[in-house]
């Protein structure tokens, strides 16, 4: 059975599910170059059934992540195009008017009338609609457009297009994309900001089968979060990891005073939440709280209550449920640093969270809770190398202009012992080889690498290569052999996607100084068998020969505020845009000189 998975929030993303097993997957943001695009995923869907070698005509079904679908906001674009002072707008012109002064707005239909919300040739859908119907009738009609788009664009009949709710999607993928556990009994929870009406769900698993036991609307944790993330003039949906990296730098004085403050709202109640206080919105609740408060100390007070609420709720849910192995995901669970307090626990043995459990994820989540009820089990993910591949052709077809250039080099087949020499003498490369990596982590095929023990390089890839926030910590690509002498995992948790964060060892703080937390000194790792990515493996292991070191340190090749690169082109133009000294495509080393 092949399933197609669609999500269309942020960020909309497309996947190709055959016989349980994930085929390919990817974002829109790649193709289009719009961070966090949403919408209909047209040429991710192309994409992923390229790559897999699937036919429109071969696809048996396909699978919508969300029963409910917001057509104001989709055909507003509203997560992609949003600035921080359209935000903050919709905080005045919207929110204000309707939680706090009790009357009405026509923000969003005023918004459709300005030229940068009403045009763009990437509006798929046809809103025709809300031109005619009453805005009670959008939804259920969004709704039928949503098939009829698959329609139009693959000739797929109608009654082959079905709606998968939100959490069931993020709760499948948790559990059906991970490791099954030998450890002992196991529970599923999903948590974010909102889906079809909730934010967080409860699933035991029974005979390899989930059982949803609690599904609730109050967990409003990544709400709050969502909002401070404005009130500290960063971009929601988009900018929570820069609150959270940030938060490790405020000294407890400036801290616990925010604490306080958000420890008067949402509390844990048994297996739910509820309001100590009820605020009247999000934003001009505390914004009024934390005038005179420091900036850093917000971030950590938020930080510090999230993890706090965090582990009090699991543990209830795990003594509930007598489970020692928990399975997560959904926008909550890439917080890396709340996932390292709830995975020391004591009665959590083993914790599961596959790679960016964003709404990303839902594409695959979608396409799994279908193949399921069609009798394929779904199969875990072996790896997250699932997007586009650029060719040799690519590369050397980019390469050309590069070879008369006087300030060029052009290195033919370059071998592992070749480049790691690079980066021994302290260049910093870029490497767009092999299949691109699922989801918000580059895993080393769309990365930026160096030398880890440099602390010259922290600098030089904030501001001449990646043009980011001065306090944002890197992170290692780790060779799986050299785990324990770099992570203090005793429970020997599977950390292959960076998605929890440990406690270094002082070995680490030798070798690898700059791709871990500047202050707390924690490592979101990415660990590297042979097995899942060979040619990136002996990479770090040729670099290991040269140093002693085994590991790279990896940040995502991007421009700052930019999607991560898909093609060779991509990487070319990030090359020539940045700092960077070299660029490995394959079968190609470009340096510049």
Same mark, same amino acid.
């Given at each position: 059975?092949i ?19 994930v ?21 991710a ?12 005509a ?11 679908c ?7 674009k509203r997560?992609t195009?949003?600035?921080?002072q ?30 940068k ?18 805005e ?12 009829n ?18 959490h ?19 529970v ?26 609690h ?36 000294q ?9 403050i958000?420890k008067?709202?949402?509390?844990v ?22 005038e005179?408060?420091?900036f ?9 209550w999230?993890?706090?609420?965090l582990?009090?709720?699991i543990?209830?849910?795990?003594t509930?449920t007598?489970?020692?192995v928990?399975?997560?995901s ?21 914790i ?6 964003g ?6 989540g ?15 993910l ?8 650029? =060719?040799?052709?690519?590369a050397l !077809?980019?390469? $050309?202009? @590069?070879r008369? +250039?006087?300030?060029?080099d052009?290195?033919? %087949? ?12 302290g ?16 895993l ?30 890197f ?20 950390a ?35 097995? =899942?990515?060979?040619?990136?493996? !002996?990479?770090? $292991?040729? @670099?290991?020969k +040269? ?6 340190? %990896? ?11 898909c093609t060779?082109?991509d ?23």
């Open positions: 059975m399933i197609l998975g669609i999500n269309e929030d942020h960020n909309a993303t497309a996947a190709i599910v055959k016989n349980g097993k085929l390919a997957c990817q974002s829109e943001e790649r193709n289009t170059r719009l961070k966090n695009d949403t919408g209909y995923p047209w040429k869907i192309d994409a992923v059934l390229k790559i897999s070698g699937i036919r429109p071969d696809v048996d079904y396909v699978a919508f992540a969300g029963i409910y917001d057509a104001l906001q989709m055909k507003l997560v195009r949003f600035t921080i359209d935000y903050i707008r919709e905080m005045h012109e919207y929110w204000k008017k309707i939680l706090i002064e009790k009357t009405s707005s026509n923000f969003y239909n005023e918004l459709l009338r300005e030229e919300f009403s045009k763009g040739k990437d509006f798929y859908y046809d809103y025709g609609f809300m031109d005619k119907a009453p009670d009738q959008w939804s259920s009609l969004m709704n039928e457009e949503r098939r788009i698959v329609v139009r664009h693959l000739g797929i009949d109608k009654e082959k297009i079905k709606s998968v709710d939100h069931t999607s993020h709760a499948y993928y948790a559990y059906y994309a991970s490791p099954r556990s030998a450890c002992g009994k196991s599923v929870i999903t948590a974010d900001g909102w889906g079809d009406g909730c934010n967080a769900t409860i699933s035991s698993v029974v005979d390899g089968e989930l059982q949803e036991i599904r609730t609307s109050m967990c409003n944790m990544a709400r709050i979060y969502r909002w401070m993330t404005l009130l500290l003039g960063m971009k929601p949906n988009e900018h929570e990891y820069k609150v959270m990296g940030l938060a490790a730098y405020a407890d004085y400036v801290r616990d005073p925010a604490y306080e958000f008067e709202t949402l509390i109640d048994g297996l739910d939440f509820r309001w100590e206080n009820k605020p009247a919105d999000m934003y001009f609740y505390f914004k009024d709280k934390f005179g408060h420091r850093d100390g917000i971030a950590a007070g938020l930080q510090m999230l993890e706090d609420l582990m009090e709720w543990a209830n849910i795990m509930k007598s489970a020692d928990l399975y997560y959904g926008g909550l669970s890439m917080n890396v640093k709340a996932n390292k307090v709830i995975a020391e626990l004591p009665c959590i043995k083993d599961h969270i596959p790679p960016s459990g709404d990303e994820s839902l594409a695959i979608a396409a799994y809770v279908l193949s399921k009820e069609l009798g394929d089990e779904p199969q875990p072996k790896h997250a190398y699932l997007g586009y591949e650029p =060719t040799l052709d690519e !077809d980019g390469a $050309k202009p @590069f008369d +250039k006087s300030n060029f052009v290195i033919d %087949n370059p071998d592992a012992d070749m480049i790691a020499e690079y980066l021994v003498k260049k910093v490369l870029g490497r767009c080889c092999g299949n691109m990596e699922f989801g918000a982590r580059a080393g095929n769309r990365s930026i690498l160096c030398n880890p023990s440099k602390h010259e390089n922290l600098k030089l890839i904030n501001e001449k290569i990646k043009f980011r926030d001065f306090w944002m910590p992170t290692p690509s780790i060779l799986e052999e050299r785990v324990k002498d770099y992570l203090l995992n005793p429970k020997g948790l599977q292959s996607y960076m998605t929890i964060a440990f406690d270094s060892t002082p070995l680490a703080r030798e070798h690898l100084r700059v791709a871990m937390h500047p202050y707390d000194f924690s490592i979101r790792p990415q660990i590297v068998s042979r097995a =899942t990515n060979p040619s990136y493996y !002996d990479l770090i $292991k040729a @670099f290991e +040269k140093t002693g070191i085994g590991a790279l340190l %990896n940040t995502s090749q991007n421009l700052h505020g930019y999607p991560i690169v060779a082109a990487a070319i133009d990030t090359l020539l845009k940045s700092g960077l000294d070299g660029m490995i495509l394959p079968g190609l080393l470009i340096v510049k000189k």
